[in-house]
């Protein structure tokens, strides 16, 4: 089986490698930087999820795996507010999309307030932690969570959720 992930990102790639092994054998793992086509920081449940399905299909377009995955993160507010959201997609050959999301967690009024001016949360954490690409390890969840939780765990649970369901079609269907 050919499993093609919609982006290069090392926190993203280790989530669904990781849950991929546990229920399959015998996979090639493909990696392949796809546009998200939504704004690079995803303001809304509707956006991220967006930007997930984009990868996705925008994965399935170039690779055309038995399953094609993309995840995206993004933010939401809510009562003033902002939260990280986070969502996945898997692709099938069929055309068949199969969306799920994930935790989603409250940021600090100080690094919101660099959200609504413009910035983008990767660099914006490297700046609060004064680390380079946090992104690809605890990300905004290890740091906010004390590590408790880091950004390839909490992706894992999307990845949980996708293919849980990639299972129940083929069992179902």
């Known amino acids: 089986m050919i499993v093609a992930i919609g982006t290069l990102n090392k926190a ?43 990868r996705a299909m925008n994965t399935l377009n170039r690779a055309n795996a038995d399953l094609n995955f993309g995840l995206e993160g993004g ?7 902002m939260y990280c959201c ?7 050959k ?3 999309i199969i969306s799920g999301a994930g935790a989603q967690f409250i940021l600090p009024e100080e690094i919101a307030r660099e959200l609504r001016s413009g910035l983008e949360l990767g660099p914006v954490m490297d700046a609060f932690t004064n ?12 740091i906010f969570t004390n590590k408790l939780i880091d950004r390839t765990e909490m992706f894992e649970h999307i990845v949980k959720l996708l293919i849980g369901q990639v ?4 069992k179902y269907n």
């Open 86 to 92: 986070n969502w996945g997609a898997v692709a099938l």
């Open 12 to 54: 993203k790639t280790r989530a669904v490698e990781q849950v991929i092994r546990k229920y399959y054998e015998d996979v090639e793992f493909v990696h392949i930087d796809v546009p998200s086509g939504v704004s690079q920081q995803p303001f809304s449940d509707i956006e991220t999820r967006q930007g997930a399905i984009n």
């Open 131 to 142: 680390t380079k690409n946090i992104r690809h390890s605890a990300g905004a969840i290890g």
């Open 94 to 96: 069929n055309g068949t």
């Open 167 to 170: 299972m129940y079609q083929n």
């Open 75 to 81: 933010v939401h507010e809510i009562d003033g507010q």
